[in-house]
């Protein structure tokens, strides 16, 4: 079956830095669109950022201009480059893979990492 397994969450300070990874395995992994979602306590899942298979980029208003998505194709791997973090990004980052054709679609999410941006 398709696993999705996040790493690199943590505790960082307020203007930190992380580096979430996320290694797929049992999917064609290039022809997916890949993305990271969060859910904070009490609140809804959100999207931060999504990368598609022909590498167009999508971010959160909130997050543009500090983190970075982005995809190795040969490693299955997708990360997300974390910078100036604030205290309103503490949530469980989730990564999810989806694709779509026609009527057909899989959508796959791993099972989080935890983010604390705490002074």
């Known amino acids: 079956h398709v696993q999705l397994v996040e790493s690199g969450g943590g505790l960082v300070q307020p203007g930190g830095s992380l580096r979430l990874s996320c290694a797929a395995s049992?999917?064609?992994?290039?022809?997916?669109?890949m993305g990271w979602y969060r859910q904070a306590p009490g609140k809804q899942r959100e999207l931060v950022a999504a990368?598609?298979?022909?590498?167009?980029?999508n971010y959160a208003d909130s997050v543009k201009g500090r983190f970075t998505i982005s995809r190795d194709n040969a490693k299955n791997t997708m990360y997300l480059q974390m910078n100036s973090l604030k205290p309103e990004d503490t949530a469980v980052y989730y990564c999810?893979?989806?694709?779509?054709?026609?009527?057909?679609?899989?959508?796959?999410w791993g099972q989080g990492t935890q983010v604390t941006v705490s002074s």
């Open positions: 990368i598609t298979s022909g590498d167009s980029i």
């Open positions: 049992r999917l064609i992994f290039s022809t997916y669109t």
């Open positions: 999810n893979a989806y694709w779509r054709m026609g009527p057909i679609n899989n959508d796959y």
